[in-house]
T-cell receptor, first 112, second 117 residues
Framework: QQPVQSPQAVILREGEDAVINCSSS?????VHWYRQKHGEAPVFLMI?????EQKGHDKISASFNEKKQQSSLYLTASQLSYSGTYFC?????????????FGKGTKLSVKP | GAVVSQHPSWVICKSGTSVKIECRSL??????MFWYRQFPKQSLMLMAT?????????EQGVEKDKFLINHASLTLSTLTVTSAHPEDSSFYIC?????????????FGPGTRLTVL
């Protein structure tokens, strides 16, 4: 089942923070985050695994609450380059061969 | 970093013709490759999963005879859209992973935009 992302869209001023959420109705083994710019392929951001991981790189970080079956992506002091559509992909215990189910995406627009 | 290429980047074809799209992992061996389809402003929809040397596993609702997948080697997978029709027009993206499980990164190709006239 497709994970639910919220919000669907967000507009920020440069330097502002944003949180994107991803929740699933299934028990999750992993959550993958990708960013896609218009007309381009998705670019990998990070993977979070079961066990309640938190990860970060530069000013982008994420957490995974296994019990709540949800993950959040945190964008701090946003830059213009952060604009794009963010997808979470979830791997659940019922899946096979590493299949990920992607959410509908959250469109982030960062304005000067 | 891991690089995945796709060829062609875009293709325009007439209705009824077949189109082949190649997906290559350039600097790693891809145990598993995935094919996705993406409509404008929509999410990535998994079409099929392929492992080298074995038949692809198709998602429910994806016609096996229409979307032929061949994973000929650990670095190459091809998707052939047979007898393409305008409703097959879409953005097709492949991804590849050196692993097989849910913990491995999928590296995406740049995508192929198919337009069927």
């Amino acid at each position: 089942q497709q994970p639910v992302q919220s919000p669907q869209a967000v507009i920020l001023r440069e330097g502002e923070d944003a949180v994107i959420n991803c929740s699933s109705s299934k028990a999750l083994y992993s959550v993958h985050w990708y960013r896609q710019k218009h007309g381009e392929a998705p670019v990998f951001l990070m993977i979070l695994l079961k066990g309640g991981e938190q990860k970060g790189h530069d000013k982008i970080s994420a957490s995974f609450n296994e019990k709540k079956q949800q993950s959040s992506l945190y964008l701090t002091a946003s830059q213009l380059s952060y604009s794009g559509t963010y997808f979470c992909g979830t791997g659940d215990y019922g899946g096979s061969q590493g299949n990920l189910i992607f959410g509908k995406g959250t469109k982030l627009s960062v304005k000067p | 970093g891991a690089v995945v290429s796709q060829h062609p980047s875009w293709v325009i074809c007439k209705s009824g013709t077949s189109v082949k799209i190649e997906c290559r992992s350039l600097d790693f061996q891809a145990t598993t490759m995935f094919w996705y389809r993406q409509f404008p402003k929509q999410s990535l929809m998994l079409m099929a999963t392929s492992n080298e040397g074995s038949k692809a596993t198709y998602e429910q609702g994806v016609e096996k005879d229409k979307f032929l997948i061949n994973h000929a080697s650990l670095t190459l997978s091809t998707l052939t859209v047979t007898s393409a029709h305008p409703e097959d027009s879409s953005f097709y993206i492949c991804s590849a992973t050196p692993g097989t499980g849910l913990i491995d990164t999928q590296y995406f190709g740049p995508g192929t935009r198919l337009t069927v006239l």
